[in-house]
Every structure is written in structure tokens, then in C-alpha cells.
């Protein structure tokens, strides 16, 4: 990454908000030009079939976010 992407936990304990869908394209423009699309798409897999994912997801009142850690407009 070139900078941190505020959807994302930054450390420990952080609140897990779930992203709005098709947020891999943005999140790929601001990857490293060295960087591989498959490394990408397989931790985004990850981290949005992760317990504590699906658990953020699950809630009533859950919403999902922008890039930027912004409610998404629905």
C-alpha cells in the first residue's frame, strides 16, 4: 500500500467495519506498482470471510464503509 486505507482495522483492537462492495478497485489503485492483484484479491477473501468480518457484518444496526472509513451511501 502507498497509504493506509481507513475502512481498514490500523491496529489491534480497532473497530472491524465492513466495506462497501467492489472496494477491491480502489483499494488496488493505491497499491505499490510491484505489487500482485492475486496477493490482493486473496486478502481481501480473507479478511471479508474472517469471523469477526461476518460477525460486523451480521450486526442490526452494521452499514458498510467507504475507502476513506465513511459510511457508504446505500
Not at 48 to 63: K, T
Request: charged share 30%.
Amino acid at each position: 500500500m502507498t497509504v493506509p486505507i481507513a475502512v481498514l482495522p490500523q491496529k489491534e483492537g480497532d473497530i472491524i467495519r465492513p466495506f462497501r462492495l467492489d472496494i477491491g478497485e480502489d483499494i488496488r489503485m493505491l497499491l505499490r506498482p510491484d505489487a500482485e492483484l492475486k496477493e490482493l484479491r486473496n486478502a481481501l477473501r480473507r479478511y471479508a470471510h474472517s469471523a469477526q468480518y461476518l460477525q460486523a457484518l451480521s450486526q442490526d444496526d452494521s452499514m458498510r464503509h467507504e475507502i476513506n472509513g465513511e459510511p457508504a451511501q446505500a
